[in-house]
């Protein structure tokens, strides 16, 4: 008879756990405990602190380090047109570029969609880790990307996140 078992999601982790311990993905670090509540308990417990050690790294709460966003850019399965426009952003000098610019690197003619888009990859980044963001402009989620020039209207992707795309080959 299978042992019972929950399957829950953390902070952007996955964690399956029995009465003998839990397993958190995508880590793949292995918990051992005596009871389902305790493999749970212990497995979120271990999430928090991974977290909280990462944010006293950080250079401001809303950008995360360049392991951060390695672990963000490998776990949320990126799409072919966000990966086009990450590998261009990280490419273009000094990593800045339009809205346009955006989206003519995932093959789109207007900026719309690559708004749309690369917003919707910032919300993804944030939410997984944890980044502090607020919603008070039109630009919140994809400043866990890049931060916003409004003299040029152009985007420049942190360091940290080039970083990672580096590291990952995706540059």
């Known amino acids: 008879m299978a042992l019972k078992r929950e399957d829950i999601q953390h902070r952007g982790h996955r964690i399956i756990a029995n009465k003998t311990g839990a397993m958190v993905y ?15 308990e212990e497995a979120k417990g271990w999430v928090d ?4 050690s990462r944010h006293k790294d950080r250079r401001k709460p809303h950008i995360g380090t360049e ?3 390695a672990e963000a850019f490998d776990a949320l399965a990126l799409g072919a047109h966000e990966e086009a426009m990450l590998k261009a952003h990280r490419a273009a000098p000094d990593r800045k570029m339009t809205a346009l610019d955006l989206a003519k690197a995932a093959g789109w003619k207007g900026a719309g969609p690559a708004n749309i888009h690369y917003g919707n990859l910032g919300r993804r980044v944030a939410e997984y880790l944890g980044l502090n963001l ?4 039109d630009h ?3 400043e866990a990307l890049a931060t916003f020039n409004e003299e040029t209207s152009e985007w420049q992707l942190y ?5 990672a795309l580096d590291r990952m080959e995706l540059s």
């Not at 670090?29 to 305790?38: F, G, N, P, R, W």
């Not at 607020?134 to 402009?137: G, H, K, P, V």
């Open 140 to 142: 919140a989620w994809t």
């Open 49 to 52: 602190t991974k977290y909280q």
């Open 26 to 40: 995508p880590d793949k670090h292995v918990i051992e405990a005596d009871s389902l509540e305790t493999a749970l």
């Open 159 to 163: 360091e940290e996140a080039a970083g």
């Open 67 to 69: 392991d951060d966003y």
């Open 134 to 137: 607020t919603e008070e402009d």
